[in-house]
């Protein structure tokens, strides 16, 4: 196991089950971290099941490398966006019976503190899983007020959104804003008692904003649906409502296209489903597993199958 990557997979068995993993099978995980979930697929397709692992954060990749050494040349690694899902696959050609995606970030990520995603330890203010260019500094440092409100609203659903973008701005004038202390700083400054929630939330926020996570899912979503062959199972974890959100309204377009007025006797628009919904309502953690990892306790699992 790599050392400094440890991260304990959600919903571990039921993500297993719910991809209905078969021996021989071809699996995709467009979030391989440090290949938890990735290992248990790779054991349950044994003895020649393959497994196409995708990353955008180098780091991830390298953890994943060494932790599933052992399976060879059944594992396939690309450092990339799982919103490229539909140009790697152009190059690969065989079916794909399920693909992951276990959004967010991994426990390394949050609990390196120069990777800048937390504002529990003081850090740089980066927050980029991959090579993109745009950090979290730039935003704090350049973004118009009401750009700031905005992402903090949307993002971060904080109602105090304007009074924390202006605290912002005001402190960014004096000097420039480079660390996640000192922003953690300004923030619990709009407050006599601030509550982690809201810190929780403008990090959460910006994180979405600098790394383009909503974009990214959208894409990644209809392009997981499109490159799965007839039967195979797509298994979604989010970890807050907004990518539930966009999940759910995703399924539900796929296996219900039809556009025409509600009051027609028959549909004329000819658009057929895609999918089937398996989940009607998401798989949760039990209190065991969020008693043994508080970080499982806002996961949400949906599934879908390709029809
Ligand atoms: C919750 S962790 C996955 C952990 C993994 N299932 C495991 O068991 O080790 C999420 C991972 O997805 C990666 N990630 C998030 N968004 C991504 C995207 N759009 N494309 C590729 N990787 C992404 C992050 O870098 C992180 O390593």
């Known amino acids: 196991m790599h050392q400094s990557f440890l991260h304990r997979p959600v919903l571990l068995n039921q993500s297993l089950d719910h991809l209905a993993v078969q021996p021989g099978g071809n699996y995709l995980d467009g979030t391989l971290g440090g290949g938890g979930h990735g290992r248990k697929i790779l054991e349950a397709s044994s003895p020649d099941g393959k497994l196409i ?5 180098p780091e991830a990749l390298a953890a994943a490398r060494e932790n599933l050494s052992i399976f060879g040349d059944r594992v396939l690694f690309f450092e990339r966006n799982f919103s490229e899902l539909a140009d790697i696959m152009a190059d690969i050609s065989f079916d794909i019976h399920g693909v992951l995606l276990d959004l967010g970030v991994s426990s390394p990520q949050i609990d390196r503190p120069e990777r800048g ?3 529990q330890g003081d850090g740089p203010l980066d927050m980029r899983m991959g090579n993109s260019s745009l950090t979290a500094q730039e935003i704090i440092n350049e973004y118009q007020p009401a750009e700031l409100k905005r992402i903090f609203w949307e993002y971060g659903q904080e109602k105090f959104s304007g009074r924390i973008a202006r605290a912002i701005v005001q402190a960014r004038e004096k000097d420039r804003i480079t660390t ?3 922003l953690a700083e300004i923030i619990k400054s709009t407050r006599p008692e601030m509550p982690t929630k809201t810190l929780s939330r403008i990090f959460q926020a910006i994180r979405i904003e600098v790394n383009d996570e909503l974009g990214s899912l959208k894409k990644g979503l209809q392009a997981a649906v499109d490159i799965l062959a007839s039967g195979g199972r797509l298994v979604v974890l989010t970890y807050h409502s907004l990518e539930d959100g966009m999940v759910k309204g995703l ?3 796929a296996a219900d296209p039809c ?5 027609l006797p028959y549909c004329g628009c000819g658009k057929k489903p895609i999918i089937k919904i398996i989940t009607r309502k998401p798989v949760l953690p039990d209190d065991d597993e969020i008693c043994q990892n508080p970080r499982a306790r806002s996961a949400h699992l949906r599934t879908a199958e390709k029809l």
């Open 251 to 253: 399924f539900r377009q």
């Open 180 to 182: 996640t202390g000192h």
């Open 53 to 57: 692992g995708l990353d955008r954060d």
């Open 117 to 119: 995603f937390s504002f």
């Open 259 to 263: 556009t025409c007025p509600r009051h």
